[in-house]
């Protein structure tokens, strides 16, 4: 999806539950802090977050957001509207970063240094939550701006982590938009 109303759409048809690879991973987490949310949509995540005790900052490039942001607005929580590759990663600041399906929509020439980026901005022992897309998911053909990974991409990106978990996950679902789509996704819990 490339246009703000897509994604717009895309968040009011998300729901409310936080993914289950977040809840899985902050049990990896020894106790609340500081957290990244990239690609937060419709904060689905940064509220399971911030319930849980963590204070967040909140990454999406949605203008449309802000409004929504300025609603938790609070001394535990911060918004910036930014695209993941252009945002200024501080550096060893956080002990949770999630990035619920987001990654996929950087451009495969920016990966590497994200992810350097991502790393750098994590404390030592931190979690990381992500998912990214594999190349025999039904969109491959059709969402040219999107990435899709082999296992061996994946494996080459995320080397500088400890793998605490790794799924590959295929087979048919549904979207978010209502339609049904050979999904494969690389679900990983990784702690620097």
């Excluded at 930014?82 to 550096?91: A, G």
Aim: glycine share 6%; hydrophobic share 35%.
């Amino acid at each position: 999806m490339t246009n703000q109303k897509g994604w717009l759409r895309y968040y009011e048809n998300r729901g409310t539950k936080p993914r289950s690879e977040v809840i899985e991973s902050i049990k990896y987490v020894q106790e609340p802090c500081d957290a990244l949310d990239l690609g937060s949509g419709a904060f689905v995540e940064s509220k399971y977050l911030l319930g849980n005790g963590f204070s967040v900052l909140a990454v999406d490039p949605e203008e449309g957001l802000k409004s929504i942001a300025r609603e938790l607005a609070s001394e535990r929580f911060n918004f910036e509207c930014s695209k993941i590759e252009d945002f200024n990663f501080p550096l060893n600041v956080f002990g949770f970063v999630c990035a619920n399906y987001s990654l996929p929509f950087i451009p495969k020439s920016k990966i590497q240094r994200v992810f350097r980026s991502i790393r750098n901005s994590m404390q030592n022992n931190g979690i990381l939550c992500l998912q990214l897309f594999g190349i025999n998911d039904g969109l491959n053909k059709r969402w040219r701006s999107t990435a899709f990974y082999s296992e061996d991409e994946v494996i080459h990106l995320i080397e500088k982590f400890e793998i605490l978990n790794i799924d590959s996950l295929e087979g048919f679902r549904k979207l978010a938009d209502g339609r049904t789509n050979y999904s494969h996704v690389f679900k990983l819990i990784l702690k620097k």
